[in-house]
């Protein structure tokens, strides 16, 4: 029996709630084989980033064709990228055609306000993304903003998928809808919203990680990019909602995955 394989390419979160870590536990979950590549190492907690060291792109490299040379990879997915140099040799593999079914998750500053990427090294790589999961302050960002309301969610979303990945997705966790957690879908011609209740609670850390990892298993296992978000944007709710009564830190807490 061959156990699909999945490979995150991403920061270390030494809290364990976001990056690498969020993501191998999203894999597991789901049923997929997880490996990863690390292109940052965070000192990080519940109450936010106090130091990140980049690593170097040869270091990325390296593990990128330990990984690949061996594992027969069916999805990837990027996270913090760090550095556009580390960006580089990232994009230079997808270019290679050695990154299948690419999810993109545009990290730029985490929530606690700690800078983890900036957005020319994002740049590179989107082009080569099958699917984009920007929240709505890296939409910002990327767009040049304001992205604030489901309207212009939708414009972002549009305009991030006339920039290269096929499909684009806006998570709107951060946005109150009446209740109700919107993300936008825009891609192959068309754009829909998702919707699923709002789940409020401190343990939200780690949410897009958690949501783009769980879309690069699906894609892994053979669904179109729009049922892969659907089941992403469901796992994370289950596990956000699992989280709810939990304490654990001072800050915001890990999902229940
Ligand atoms: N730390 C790392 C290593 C990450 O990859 C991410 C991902 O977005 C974050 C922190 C930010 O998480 P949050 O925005 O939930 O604080």
New binding site residues.
């Given amino acids: 029996m061959k156990p699909r394989t999945v490979l995150t390419i ?4 030494s809290g364990a ?4 870590q969020a993501d191998l536990k999203t894999f597991a979950a789901l049923g997929a084989y997880g490996t990863s590549v690390l292109t ?1 190492v ?1 000192a ?1 907690s519940t109450r936010g ?1 106090d130091a990140v060291l980049p690593l170097p792109p040869q270091t990325v490299r390296d593990q990128m064709d330990s990984v690949l040379g061996d594992f027969d990879v069916r999805a990837v997915k990027s ?2 990228l760090g550095t556009p140099a580390v960006a580089d040799a990232v994009a230079e593999a997808a270019r290679a055609g050695r990154l299948p079914h690419l999810v993109v ?1 545009p ?1 730029l500053v ?3 306000g700690h800078r ?1 990427g900036v957005v020319e090294a994002v740049e590179r790589l989107l082009p080569y993304a099958e699917v984009a999961t920007p929240n709505c302050a890296e939409a910002a960002a990327l767009t040049g903003g304001p992205v604030g309301t489901v309207e212009e969610m939708v414009a972002a979303a549009e305009a991030l998928a006339a920039r290269g990945p096929a499909f684009v997705v806006v998570t709107g966790g951060d946005v109150d809808a009446d209740g109700e957690s919107v993300d936008v879908l825009s891609g192959g011609g068309t754009t829909r919203l998702l919707r699923a209740p709002r789940v409020d609670t401190r343990h ?6 958690s949501f783009s990892a769980a879309v690069a298993v699906r894609l892994a296992a053979g669904d179109a990019v729009p049922v892969a978000v659907a089941a992403a944007k469901e796992y994370v709710t289950r596990a956000l909602t699992g989280a709810r009564t939990w304490e654990l830190g001072a800050g ?1 807490g890990p999902l229940d995955h």
Avoid: E, Y
Avoid at 204 to 209: A, D, K, L, V, Y
């Fill in positions: 991403a920061g270390s979160d709630g976001a990056g690498i940052a965070t990080q980033v996270g913090m998750d990290v985490a929530t606690s983890l939200n850390h780690g949410t897009g990680c915001r």
